[in-house]
Every structure is written in structure tokens, then in C-alpha cells.
């Protein structure tokens, strides 16, 4: 069911660029053009995300790493912080990274925010992607 509702948010975003995108004049296409792929060269850990979620969730064990982007592997990816089973999260939304999905959290009780796998988190984390 949670991947549906993720395909579902991806084609909607996609549906709404198109249009945001109608009626813009060359400069501003070429502009965003050049922004978009200033955001491909940032390093993975750099990765681009905002608050389209806002449910509130929490880990499914204690001392899970929150990092500052979807990856494990990287070394670029340091861990910012850890949350605990008795923290709440707010899910900001998700994308790809290492392994599967990862979801953007905010932790209300420590103010540490950064990535987490889905997989680590209680409904699989965010329902939005990024």
C-alpha cells in the first residue's frame, strides 16, 4: 500500500512541476536548468529535502543513527545524532538511498534533524518524497 502512495505523491510532484513550469521565459527555464543540476553535483549527504510530511513517528528501537544524508556507506554521511524509541519524530519525507528508502526526521526531543532508513522507523517513516 505505501509504495502506491509513494508512486501516487511521485507522479502528482511531477504533474505540478509541469505546470509551475508553464509560462516561464527562457532566462528562468535556463536558471532552473542550472540549479537543478547544481543540486545533482552536491555530494549525496548534501541531499536536497523539506517538510511535505509532517506526521509525527518514532524508531522502532533505541540508538538508531541519524545521519546527514540517505547513505550508510559514505563516509560523508556522518551520524548528527541518535534517536530512541521514546522520542517523537516528525517525518518531513523520504527519497532513495543506501538499501532502500530513508525518510528526513526532526527529533522534537534532542532538535537534531537528518536522515533515517525506513526501515528503522514506525510505518516505514514519511508517506511524501522529498
Known sequence: MKPFA?????????????????GFSSAQAGAQETAASDVGAQSSCNHAWSVKDGSI???????????????????ACTIVGQAQIAHDLRYDCWDYGTGGTWSHIYDYNTGVSGWIKDSLLYDNGAAIRC
Open 57 to 75: 513517528g518514532w524508531t522502532l528501537s533505541n540508538g538508531v543513527n541519524i545521519r546527514t544524508g540517505p547513505h550508510n556507506s559514505s563516509p
Open 6 to 22: 509513494r508512486r501516487l505523491a511521485g507522479f502528482a510532484a511531477s504533474a505540478m512541476l509541469v505546470v509551475a513550469t508553464v
